[in-house]
């Protein structure tokens, strides 16, 4: 029950399109994937053009996003999709808005290593952004896989995998704060990598978002506003 | 989810029936018991390894295999208007309908769907006995109005089809004036003695076919002068001038521009507050414009009925949804 | 971005199987192909035009055939509307007549009327003398003048004693003459002799004689004197005969095919009914005068020569041409009118009684009057149960002897007297007319009934 035959459409055409539709939202994915990758590198790695060109993919994204609505609104017109075609395309409709929230918020960390790099300054909280960085990048990637994939295992871990980042977080903003505390000269410094670090999780929150859309599009099941546990069980009611 | 919410959830059994209602103990033995459910998914996602229509791996032929499918769904109601055990339909030696069981609600709309031949036409004519003028056509099983058997020798077919009408898929008025025919209903079965009963039949049944305003001039006009639309409504208004409790509908919509189909759904969704509607159709969103519940048929295999907004967001059916979505027709 | 279309074509440009010469050879093909269809065009309009051509031709050979068929039968037969008259000064001599007593009846009706006209023709020809010569003279005129001088006195008495000019018939072959001496070949003489055409001729230069409508045609019976032969006979035994096989026919036939079409299972015997009744529909109809004289006249001993019997036979005749029509009808209502009705609660019969009989009824008419039509011109069955004879009186009922319309033609042609030619061709004329007057009624009824909707 979980594959979704796509291809198996009477009509050739709208194998094509919805076809197309997954391929681009993957291609918008990968891009999306490694714009974080690239803001992460850069903010880590202390790399000023590394994230000059995290802000020139951005207008790239933006533009799929509105490619890839196009292409929904064309086939909700054209082929008034039903039941799993149905949730492909509200779900990719969904996911791209994500995607490009993603985006943007990478673009922010990027501003945040300019800002840093300009600033020229050490190397505290960049620890933190490491650890959280590698935790993101590795959801942002599980999300596109398990959407590649139409699996609901890999969506779940994502899905999990946000509230590890929401704790690292929180630990992290922690120690930033005694940071400030021990050293005022600091704040403004430490402050954008708060921001960073605040992009990070964002990103993690819309990687979640997205698992639960794929949830979505495979199950039928709409998990959102739900607790992980109640999630499980409704999975499990339904094989 | 993409429908509006279930207003009728309070009234279904759900999955699991148990025999506590005297008319429950005729299911038969393999039917509708909640279990079963998982058993069947079990052999038609055998059936359908590797693809939807690759029945190659099963040695049975696909008949057969529709045949051991359990209804999903919710088939049966507490509050159900008419009401199907276990029905076989047979023409001559072919069977048309295998061992349906469902209920029809009070006052639903429940739109029947399925790929061409799969016997949906046939169910809705045995519910007011259409099929009695086709010679070798049997009918078993229990079919029930109102815990009536209509089936049942002693039951006079005319007030069954006063108490549920029937709108074809052709717009058919009688080649007579448009008053004619509303009036023939209750002329026939003696519902008025004056004539201003009638007149007033015949306004109040227009009317509540939408239908009045257009016509309401040319009453003496014949019938067969109006346009297709006009003249589905005013096979509407002829039904329901007999006052029936459930209307039949078999395709309705089919020989109808898209206007004049926007005009019969709105109609259904007005009617639907006093009459209990059983629609046949072939235009999936049709089903899911106009119906409360949605029951999908396959090869004479009643597969799946549930909430229409459940239907066509998630199938509770892999046939279903591969019907739904057009991967097979 | 990259819209779909430009993956569309990297896939073609991929493509390297597909030769770079293609385009071309498809331009030349099609080429190729305008130009076949062009040299076959030809061919084409002109096997086109030769096959209009044919169903013109048929058509033109019906039309000629017709034509030939109606000028022969009018040029014939239009003599018959006329027949000549001979005015002669007629004294109602009562010793001539041998009447002494004006008020008895028994006198009047046995008075010897020929005598008075005898006696006029004396007048007018006192030359003839020689006793031949004067029967010679006498049979000039028919017999059909001393019934006219007869009517004449018995509606008023007064006129015994008087004398009165008065234009009397002439004789068939004197007729016969007259019309006929505008001929290239010569006028008929038939068995005139010569002084009678001096007579003739003389009465003629006078203005004695004069061509007048014939009314005897119309209003009297058959006679063995043509002049005085009439088909009103014949026409009143045709309409009797029809009434008794329509009021019979119709209602039986269409009773049968709506039982047969609406309620009869199909099974062996249906079927056997249904092959039945198509091979009836072809029996010659000569069997069907066969069965009338086995069942009416033999079995129930009916008396022969009568419509009613006339009628019965031509039923049977009709009755399989009815009931095919009548189910043929019946099959062609629409089936959704017939679902429509049930649909809403009419019973069966309320179902065939408002909606299939009334919408059927047209194509049932056709049928009838096919059946009508063919029981009109039919003469086979007619002549074995005995409506063949001789019948002078014109018939008041159904059981009155009588004969009909296509049986008087047969009989008339029979005959050697040169003056029933004409008769005969007049009387195919009436015939012709009945038959398109009827079916006119019956296309003006049927448009009637067929409401247009």
């Known amino acids: 029950m979980d594959k979704l035959h796509l291809d198996q459409h009477i009509s050739q055409q709208y194998n094509a399109d919805l076809e197309d539709l997954r391929t681009e939202l993957l291609e918008m994915g990968g891009m999306v994937e490694e714009q974080v990758r690239d803001a992460i590198t850069a903010i880590s790695n202390a790399d000023g053009e590394l994230a000059e060109r995290v802000l020139v993919v951005e207008d790239e994204v933006d533009q799929r996003e509105i490619a890839l609505d196009e292409h929904c609104t064309l086939i909700l017109a054209r082929r008034q999709p039903a039941a799993s075609d149905l949730r492909m395309v509200m779900a990719v409709s969904k996911i791209t808005r994500d995607l490009e929230r993603m985006g943007d918020e990478a673009q922010k960390v990027a501003r945040m290593a300019i800002a840093l790099v300009e600033d020229g300054s050490g190397s505290q909280g960049y620890v933190e952004l490491r650890h959280l960085g590698n935790s993101v990048q590795t959801m942002v990637h599980q999300m596109l896989d398990a959407f590649a994939r139409f699996d609901v295992e890999t969506a779940m871990n994502v899905a999990k995998e946000d509230k590890q980042v929401d704790r690292e977080y929180r630990s992290a903003t922690r120690e930033l704060m005694t940071y400030m505390m021990e050293d005022p000269r600091s704040i403004s410094r430490v402050m954008n990598v708060m921001w960073a670090l605040r992009s990070l999780e964002r990103i993690g929150d819309h990687a979640r978002n997205i698992a639960e859309h794929i949830i979505y599009l495979v199950k039928g099941l709409d998990v959102r506003h739900t607790s992980m546990k109640e999630i499980e069980k409704q999975l499990r009611e339904r094989p | 989810m993409a429908f509006s919410s279930n207003v009728r959830g309070n009234n279904v059994r759900g999955n699991n029936v148990r025999g506590n209602n005297a008319r429950d103990s005729s299911l038969r033995s393999n039917n509708t018991r909640g279990n079963n459910g998982l058993r069947n998914k079990n052999v038609l996602s055998q059936a359908l390894q590797g693809g939807i229509n690759d029945y190659g791996r099963d040695q049975r032929s696909e008949t057969e295999v529709i045949r051991e499918i359990d209804t999903v769904g919710v088939p049966l109601l507490d509050t159900a208007k008419m009401s199907m055990r276990g029905v076989d339909v047979f023409y001559g030696e072919k069977q048309a309908i295998v061992d349906v069981t469902m209920d029809i609600g009070k006052n639903e709309v429940i739109a029947m769907i399925g790929p061409s031949g799969c016997g949906k036409s046939t169910i809705l004519r045995c519910l007011n006995r259409m099929n009695d003028t086709i010679d070798h056509c049997r009918v078993e099983g229990g079919l029930f109005l109102e815990g009536q058997d209509i089936y049942d020798p002693k039951m006079d077919v005319v007030p069954l089809r006063a108490r549920v009408g029937m709108v074809f898929q052709k717009p058919n008025p009688f080649p007579k004036s448009i008053y004619d025919n509303v009036a023939y209903g209750p002329r026939i079965h003696g519902l008025v003695s004056r004539r201003i009963e009638l007149d007033e039949i015949v306004e109040l049944s227009l009317r509540k076919a939408g239908l009045w305003d257009e016509v309401k001039d040319r009453l003496d006009g014949p019938g067969t002068g109006l346009s297709g639309g006009q003249q589905q409504r005013l096979c509407i208004a002829r039904t329901i001038a007999v006052s029936p409790e459930v209307i039949l509908m078999d395709e309705p919509c089919s020989a109808l521009d898209p206007i004049a189909t926007a005009r019969i759904e709105e109609l259904i969704a007005e009617l639907s507050q006093n009459f209990t509607i059983a629609i046949v159709t072939h235009s999936m969103q049709q089903a899911a414009r106009v119906s409360h519940r949605t029951a999908y048929f396959h090869l004479g295999k009643l597969i799946e009925v549930n909430d229409t907004e459940k239907v066509f967001t998630n199938p509770d059916h892999q046939l279903t949804e591969a019907y739904i979505t057009g991967r097979i027709g | ?453």
């Open chain 3, 1 to 453: 971005m990259i819209d779909p279309k430009y993956r569309t074509d990297d896939h073609y440009d991929d493509d390297l199987s597909m030769p770079p010469s293609s385009p071309s050879s498809i331009n030349s093909t099609i080429n190729s192909t305008i130009e076949l269809v062009n040299k076959n065009l030809a061919k084409r309009y002109a096997a086109e035009k030769r096959f209009q051509v044919y169903g013109i031709l048929s058509i033109a050979f019906g039309l000629f055939c017709l034509l030939l068929l109606f000028t022969d039968i009018i040029s014939k037969g239009i003599g018959a509307f006329t027949i000549h008259y001979v005015q002669l000064e007629v004294t109602f001599d009562e010793s001539v007549l041998d009447i002494n007593d004006s008020s008895d009846a028994m006198q009047l009706a046995l008075a010897d009327y020929q005598g008075v006209v005898r006696e006029a023709l004396k007048k007018r020809f006192p030359t003839v003398t020689h006793r031949p010569e004067r029967r010679r003279l006498y049979s000039l005129v028919s017999n059909g003048a001393t019934y006219h001088l007869q009517d004449l006195v018995q509606e008023d008495l007064s006129l015994l004693g008087q004398t009165r000019t008065l234009w009397v018939l002439l004789d068939d072959d004197v007729d016969t003459y007259l019309k006929s001496r505008e001929d290239r070949s010569g006028p008929f003489i038939g068995r005139l002799k010569s002084e009678q055409i001096e007579w003739i001729e003389s009465l003629y230069k006078e203005g004695e004689i004069e061509s007048r409508f014939n009314r005897w045609f119309f209003t009297s019976g058959d006679s063995r004197e043509p002049e005085m032969a009439g088909i009103r006979g014949a026409f009143i035994g045709s309409l009797l005969t029809l009434l008794v096989t329509l009021a019979l026919s119709f209602p039986v036939g269409v009773a049968a095919a709506v039982y047969l079409e609406e309620y009869a299972p199909r099974n062996r015997w249906t079927d056997l009914i249904e092959v039945n009744i198509n091979n009836l529909a072809a029996v010659p109809s000569i069997i069907f005068g066969l069965l009338g004289v086995a069942i009416f006249i033999n079995f129930f001993s009916m008396p022969r020569s009568l419509p009613l019997v006339g009628g019965l036979v031509l039923t049977l005749m009709t009755l399989p041409t009815i009931i095919i029509s009548s189910r043929a009808a019946i099959k062609a209502v629409p089936p959704s009118i017939r679902e429509a009705a049930l649909g809403i609660g009419a019973s069966k019969m309320q179902m065939i009684l408002h909606h299939v009989l009334p919408l059927a009824m047209p194509g049932m008419l056709t049928g009838a009057i096919i059946g009508m039509a063919q029981a009109l011109g039919e003469t086979a069955p007619l002549l074995m149960i005995g409506m063949v004879a001789f019948v002078v009186d014109i018939p008041t009922g159904i059981t009155d002897p009588a004969t009909v319309l296509p049986v008087q033609i047969f009989l008339w042609a029979d005959s050697p007297e040169r003056a029933f030619t004409e008769r005969t061709s007049a009387a195919i004329m009436v015939l012709l007319a009945f038959l398109i007057i009827m079916n006119t009624l019956a296309v003006w009824l049927r448009k009637r009934l067929e409401r247009r909707w």
